[in-house]
Protein backbone atom coordinates (compact mmCIF):
# COMPACT_ATOMS: atom_id res chain seq x y z
CA UNK A 1 0.00 0.00 0.00
CA UNK A 2 1.82 3.39 -1.00
CA UNK A 3 2.94 5.36 2.09
CA UNK A 4 4.46 8.82 1.74
CA UNK A 5 8.12 9.10 2.87
CA UNK A 6 7.56 12.18 4.74
CA UNK A 7 7.92 11.43 8.42
CA UNK A 8 8.11 14.54 10.16
CA UNK A 9 4.33 14.35 10.44
CA UNK A 10 3.27 12.55 13.99
CA UNK A 11 -0.74 12.41 14.24
CA UNK A 12 -2.47 10.98 17.16
CA UNK A 13 -5.45 9.21 19.00
CA UNK A 14 -5.59 10.62 22.20
CA UNK A 15 -4.51 8.30 24.80
CA UNK A 16 -7.04 5.64 26.17
CA UNK A 17 -8.87 5.22 22.85
CA UNK A 18 -8.82 3.11 19.80
CA UNK A 19 -10.14 4.26 17.07
CA UNK A 20 -11.93 1.40 14.20
CA UNK A 21 -12.86 3.31 10.80
CA UNK A 22 -14.52 1.29 8.40
CA UNK A 23 -13.93 1.97 4.44
CA UNK A 24 -17.53 1.90 2.06
CA UNK A 25 -19.50 -1.08 2.74
CA UNK A 26 -21.68 -0.89 -0.26
CA UNK A 27 -24.44 -3.67 0.60
CA UNK A 28 -21.61 -6.39 1.45
CA UNK A 29 -23.52 -7.48 4.65
CA UNK A 30 -21.10 -10.60 4.29
CA UNK A 31 -17.75 -8.36 4.59
CA UNK A 32 -20.22 -6.27 7.32
CA UNK A 33 -20.36 -9.63 9.75
CA UNK A 34 -16.41 -10.71 8.82
CA UNK A 35 -15.40 -7.66 9.78
CA UNK A 36 -17.33 -7.32 13.31
CA UNK A 37 -15.66 -10.48 13.93
CA UNK A 38 -12.38 -9.53 13.43
CA UNK A 39 -12.69 -5.90 15.25
CA UNK A 40 -14.23 -8.35 18.14
CA UNK A 41 -11.03 -10.57 17.96
CA UNK A 42 -8.86 -7.99 17.49
CA UNK A 43 -10.35 -6.15 21.12
CA UNK A 44 -9.78 -9.50 23.01
CA UNK A 45 -6.45 -10.19 21.15
CA UNK A 46 -5.56 -6.40 23.57
CA UNK A 47 -4.48 -7.81 26.86
CA UNK A 48 -3.77 -5.94 29.41
CA UNK A 49 -4.73 -2.67 27.34
CA UNK A 50 -7.64 -0.45 29.27
CA UNK A 51 -8.79 1.30 26.27
CA UNK A 52 -12.02 2.80 24.93
CA UNK A 53 -12.78 1.61 21.73
CA UNK A 54 -15.32 2.47 19.04
CA UNK A 55 -15.45 2.26 15.11
CA UNK A 56 -16.21 5.09 12.52
CA UNK A 57 -17.91 3.90 9.52
CA UNK A 58 -17.36 6.02 6.54
CA UNK A 59 -20.51 6.27 4.55
CA UNK A 60 -22.01 4.17 1.52
CA UNK A 61 -23.70 1.58 3.26
CA UNK A 62 -26.01 1.10 0.77
CA UNK A 63 -26.10 0.67 -3.46
CA UNK A 64 -24.58 -1.52 -5.46
CA UNK A 65 -24.14 -4.56 -3.02
CA UNK A 66 -27.57 -6.62 -2.76
CA UNK A 67 -27.88 -6.30 1.33
CA UNK A 68 -27.87 -2.51 1.87
CA UNK A 69 -31.69 -3.22 4.12
CA UNK A 70 -29.35 -5.40 6.63
CA UNK A 71 -25.90 -3.26 6.68
CA UNK A 72 -28.41 -0.10 7.32
CA UNK A 73 -30.28 -2.65 10.56
CA UNK A 74 -27.05 -3.94 12.07
CA UNK A 75 -25.86 0.09 12.09
CA UNK A 76 -29.37 1.74 12.49
CA UNK A 77 -29.77 -0.91 15.54
CA UNK A 78 -26.45 -0.62 16.81
CA UNK A 79 -25.45 -4.28 16.33
CA UNK A 80 -22.12 -4.12 16.61
CA UNK A 81 -18.83 -5.18 18.82
CA UNK A 82 -18.31 -1.48 19.84
CA UNK A 83 -19.99 2.02 20.36
CA UNK A 84 -20.71 3.13 16.28
CA UNK A 85 -20.56 6.66 15.00
CA UNK A 86 -21.93 6.71 11.54
CA UNK A 87 -20.87 9.37 8.61
CA UNK A 88 -23.24 10.44 5.57
CA UNK A 89 -22.11 8.96 2.05
CA UNK A 90 -22.88 10.60 -0.70
CA UNK A 91 -25.37 7.39 -1.54
CA UNK A 92 -27.36 8.16 1.52
CA UNK A 93 -27.69 11.17 0.90
CA UNK A 94 -28.93 10.25 -3.11
CA UNK A 95 -31.09 7.72 -1.42
CA UNK A 96 -32.85 10.80 1.22
CA UNK A 97 -33.30 13.01 -1.70
CA UNK A 98 -35.31 10.72 -3.76
CA UNK A 99 -37.20 10.17 -1.01
CA UNK A 100 -38.08 13.80 -1.14
CA UNK A 101 -38.52 13.76 -4.51
CA UNK A 102 -39.15 11.24 -7.31
CA UNK A 103 -36.92 13.56 -9.46
CA UNK A 104 -34.01 12.99 -7.80
CA UNK A 105 -34.18 8.83 -7.77
CA UNK A 106 -33.04 8.99 -12.21
CA UNK A 107 -29.36 9.43 -10.67
CA UNK A 108 -29.16 7.50 -8.51
CA UNK A 109 -30.98 4.29 -9.32
CA UNK A 110 -28.16 4.57 -11.85
CA UNK A 111 -25.78 5.04 -9.11
CA UNK A 112 -26.83 1.39 -7.43
CA UNK A 113 -30.23 2.88 -6.33
CA UNK A 114 -31.36 -0.15 -7.88
CA UNK A 115 -30.04 -2.79 -5.84
CA UNK A 116 -30.70 -0.65 -2.57
CA UNK A 117 -34.59 -0.93 -3.61
CA UNK A 118 -34.69 -4.45 -4.55
CA UNK A 119 -33.01 -5.26 -0.90
CA UNK A 120 -36.39 -3.23 0.40
CA UNK A 121 -38.77 -5.40 -1.77
CA UNK A 122 -39.06 -2.93 -4.50
CA UNK A 123 -38.72 -3.97 -8.21
CA UNK A 124 -38.79 -0.83 -9.88
CA UNK A 125 -37.37 -2.25 -13.00
CA UNK A 126 -40.93 -4.18 -13.21
CA UNK A 127 -42.94 -0.75 -12.39
CA UNK A 128 -44.43 0.81 -15.74
CA UNK A 129 -41.34 3.47 -17.24
CA UNK A 130 -44.07 6.19 -17.16
CA UNK A 131 -44.93 6.44 -12.87
CA UNK A 132 -41.95 4.56 -12.43
CA UNK A 133 -39.72 7.20 -10.29
CA UNK A 134 -42.95 8.13 -8.52
CA UNK A 135 -44.26 4.48 -7.87
CA UNK A 136 -40.80 3.30 -6.70
CA UNK A 137 -40.49 6.24 -4.43
CA UNK A 138 -43.96 5.44 -2.72
CA UNK A 139 -43.03 1.78 -2.18
CA UNK A 140 -39.71 2.40 -0.63
CA UNK A 141 -41.84 5.12 1.41
CA UNK A 142 -44.07 2.22 2.67
CA UNK A 143 -41.07 -0.60 3.15
CA UNK A 144 -38.51 1.96 4.82
CA UNK A 145 -38.66 1.04 8.44
CA UNK A 146 -38.85 4.30 10.61
CA UNK A 147 -35.94 3.63 12.80
CA UNK A 148 -33.97 2.91 9.31
CA UNK A 149 -35.18 6.26 7.80
CA UNK A 150 -34.22 7.77 11.32
CA UNK A 151 -30.57 6.58 11.08
CA UNK A 152 -30.23 8.04 7.77
CA UNK A 153 -31.90 11.76 8.63
CA UNK A 154 -29.19 11.55 11.79
CA UNK A 155 -25.82 10.46 9.83
CA UNK A 156 -23.52 12.78 10.96
CA UNK A 157 -20.95 14.35 8.37
CA UNK A 158 -17.77 14.82 9.99
CA UNK A 159 -15.56 14.11 12.84
CA UNK A 160 -12.62 14.98 14.69
CA UNK A 161 -10.70 12.87 17.23
CA UNK A 162 -7.13 13.76 18.59
CA UNK A 163 -5.30 14.34 15.14
CA UNK A 164 -7.65 12.94 12.16
CA UNK A 165 -10.75 14.08 10.70
CA UNK A 166 -13.26 11.61 9.92
CA UNK A 167 -15.21 12.61 6.71
CA UNK A 168 -16.48 10.46 3.87
CA UNK A 169 -15.27 11.92 0.30
CA UNK A 170 -12.52 14.85 1.38
CA UNK A 171 -11.89 18.44 1.85
CA UNK A 172 -11.39 21.37 -0.01
CA UNK A 173 -7.66 22.08 0.15
CA UNK A 174 -7.04 25.51 1.51
CA UNK A 175 -10.19 25.88 3.21
CA UNK A 176 -10.03 25.58 7.55
CA UNK A 177 -11.89 22.40 8.07
CA UNK A 178 -14.13 23.59 10.00
CA UNK A 179 -15.35 25.75 6.71
CA UNK A 180 -15.72 22.70 4.70
CA UNK A 181 -18.88 22.45 2.75
CA UNK A 182 -21.32 19.63 2.90
CA UNK A 183 -20.59 18.88 -0.45
CA UNK A 184 -17.20 18.75 -0.36
CA UNK A 185 -17.08 16.40 2.23
CA UNK A 186 -19.38 14.23 0.51
CA UNK A 187 -18.22 14.49 -2.92
CA UNK A 188 -14.62 15.77 -3.78
CA UNK A 189 -12.49 14.03 -5.16
CA UNK A 190 -10.09 16.31 -6.99
CA UNK A 191 -8.13 18.88 -5.87
CA UNK A 192 -8.25 16.62 -2.64
CA UNK A 193 -6.56 13.60 -4.06
CA UNK A 194 -3.86 15.28 -5.55
CA UNK A 195 -2.89 17.33 -2.82
CA UNK A 196 0.15 16.38 -1.03
CA UNK A 197 0.25 19.45 1.83
CA UNK A 198 -0.99 19.04 5.36
CA UNK A 199 -4.55 19.82 6.10
CA UNK A 200 -4.35 20.41 9.66
CA UNK A 201 -5.30 16.61 10.84
CA UNK A 202 -5.05 13.94 8.93
CA UNK A 203 -8.28 13.18 7.02
CA UNK A 204 -9.75 9.25 7.03
CA UNK A 205 -12.30 8.97 3.99
CA UNK A 206 -13.59 6.49 1.60
CA UNK A 207 -15.28 7.66 -1.55
CA UNK A 208 -12.55 7.40 -4.03
CA UNK A 209 -12.19 3.48 -4.51
CA UNK A 210 -8.75 1.62 -4.62
CA UNK A 211 -7.20 -1.86 -4.79
CA UNK A 212 -5.46 -1.28 -1.35
CA UNK A 213 -5.81 1.69 0.98
CA UNK A 214 -3.75 4.21 0.88
CA UNK A 215 -1.65 5.53 3.69
CA UNK A 216 -0.30 8.66 3.20
CA UNK A 217 0.92 11.57 5.56
CA UNK A 218 -2.11 13.66 4.76
CA UNK A 219 -4.80 10.78 4.30
CA UNK A 220 -5.88 7.70 4.49
CA UNK A 221 -8.52 6.06 1.97
CA UNK A 222 -9.98 2.87 3.32
CA UNK A 223 -12.15 2.68 -0.27
CA UNK A 224 -11.18 -0.59 -1.70
CA UNK A 225 -14.27 -1.00 -3.41
CA UNK A 226 -15.87 -4.01 -1.38
CA UNK A 227 -18.92 -4.64 -4.10
CA UNK A 228 -16.32 -5.00 -6.75
CA UNK A 229 -12.62 -6.29 -4.80
CA UNK A 230 -14.64 -8.26 -2.24
CA UNK A 231 -12.20 -6.64 0.06
CA UNK A 232 -13.59 -4.01 2.86
CA UNK A 233 -10.89 -2.14 4.67
CA UNK A 234 -10.46 -1.04 8.28
CA UNK A 235 -7.96 1.11 9.77
CA UNK A 236 -6.85 0.75 13.24
CA UNK A 237 -5.26 4.18 14.39
CA UNK A 238 -4.34 4.03 18.28
CA UNK A 239 -1.47 6.92 19.96
CA UNK A 240 0.70 7.42 16.80
CA UNK A 241 0.26 4.01 14.80
CA UNK A 242 -2.20 3.10 12.04
CA UNK A 243 -3.02 -0.82 11.79
CA UNK A 244 -4.95 -1.89 8.63
CA UNK A 245 -7.72 -5.05 9.13
CA UNK A 246 -9.30 -6.41 6.16
CA UNK A 247 -12.59 -8.78 5.41
CA UNK A 248 -12.20 -10.76 2.16
CA UNK A 249 -14.94 -13.03 0.37
Known sequence: MPVSSASQFVYRIPAGRRVYAVGDVHGRHDLFDQLAVLIEADI????GDNFEA????LGDYIDRGIESRLVVERLASGDFPTAVRCLAGNHEMMMLSFLEAAGAGEVWLLNGGLETLFSYGVEAQRMPS???LESARAALIAALPAHHLHFLRSLEVSVEIGDYFFCHAGVRPGVPLAQQTLDDLIWIREPFL?????FGKRIV????PVMEPE???NRINLDTGAYLTN???CAVLEDDSVRILQARA
Open 44 to 47: RGSR
Open 54 to 57: ETIF
Open 130 to 132: GTR
Open 194 to 198: SDDTP
Open 205 to 208: HGHT
Open 215 to 217: IRT
Open 231 to 233: RLT
